[in-house]
């Protein structure tokens, strides 16, 4: 399916043209015709590998880079995102490991059982070298650490942006460190100085400017009903109204399941990838087609044997 698209209103249909030639000025003149879409770039994601002792999530995690390396070319995949629960404990280091054999430049993102484990130092230990490596234009992080008030003790918000052929990619660092057991499954604006809903706002900046569809969120919690509180997702729509037509969506994992939602008041939709360690071992891929005036989103989950 493709996604991110464009109504065009039918023009009314013109009188009969005395010959050929005034059919043809007519079209040069109909401004409201848009330039095809041209086939830009793809990428891969892979959701919660949770290397994080048993031997079989390895497995799975190898299989996967293995068939994005495999199909890297044929598939025009051009970067991978790794959205979460990568690893945890000794498992970080392993992770890594696992994941240095792909063919293209991976983006890391931080997932919340590593906070379960008062592992964000340790993850920016582990990742962070490959964040600072990354080819992309326009690549930046959050300065690291910042104090949080709520901890009484400094935070390690894992907040970046990139951009590629003309697509900003934000990723947002969700995940709640000043609560613990099933309320630390939720998400949280991280609003303090320096923190993930202040990294949002910056990263926002200029993107009027931009082609439609152009922005890309990136976390592993993803921006929907029952991850996040009401009063939050409206503080997502009042935010995001106003440049809803420059948001494409949110790409996240967490839930451990293929899911697709839209979420009209705020103007952009939350795609979240299946967990690669459970049930199926599933991998998205998203092909991105462009012209002057937008961007659009072809997807593919691929269930892997």
């Excluded at 299989?63 to 990568?86: K, M, S, T, Y």
Aim: charged share 25%; with cysteine; aromatic share 10%.
């Amino acid at each position: 399916m493709l996604l991110g698209g464009l109504l065009v209103g039918c023009p009314t249909e013109p009188e009969p043209a005395d010959d050929d030639d005034s059919t043809a000025a007519v079209a040069d003149d109909d401004d409201s015709t848009e330039a095809p879409l041209e086939p830009l770039f793809s990428f891969v994601i892979v959701a919660d590998p949770h290397v994080a002792g048993p031997v079989e999530h390895e497995e799975r995690l190898t299989v996967a880079v293995d068939w994005i390396n495999e199909h890297a070319v044929d598939r025009d995949l051009q970067f991978a995102l790794i959205l979460g629960d990568i690893g945890w404990g000794s498992g970080l280091e392993r992770s890594r490991e696992l994941l240095e054999p792909l063919t293209m430049p991976w983006v890391p993102i931080i997932g919340d059982n590593v906070l379960h484990t008062s592992g964000d130092a340790a993850f920016d230990a582990t990742f962070g070298p490959q964040l600072e490596s990354l080819p992309f234009d326009g690549f930046a992080r959050a300065p690291l650490p910042v104090p949080d008030s709520r901890l009484g003790a400094d935070a390690w918000f894992q907040n970046l942006r990139f951009e590629h052929e003309g697509v900003l990619f934000v990723g947002l660092d969700w995940n709640i460190r000043h609560l613990s057991g099933n309320l630390a499954e939720f998400g949280d604006f991280n609003d303090v100085p320096g923190g993930s809903f202040e990294w949002m706002l910056d990263a926002f900046e200029g993107v009027d400017a931009r082609p439609d569809e152009s922005v890309v969120l990136l976390s592993h919690v993803p921006m929907v009903p029952g991850v996040f509180y009401v009063a939050d997702r409206e503080d997502f729509a009042e935010l995001l109204a106003p440049i809803a037509s420059k948001v494409f969506g949110n790409f996240a994992g967490h839930l451990h399941i293929d899911h697709d939602e839209e979420y009209p008041e705020a103007g952009y939709s939350t795609h979240v990838t299946d967990a690669t360690w459970d049930d199926r071992n599933t991998i998205r891929i998203v092909d991105v087609l462009g012209n002057d005036a937008r961007r659009a989103y072809e997807q593919e989950l691929v269930v892997l044997d």
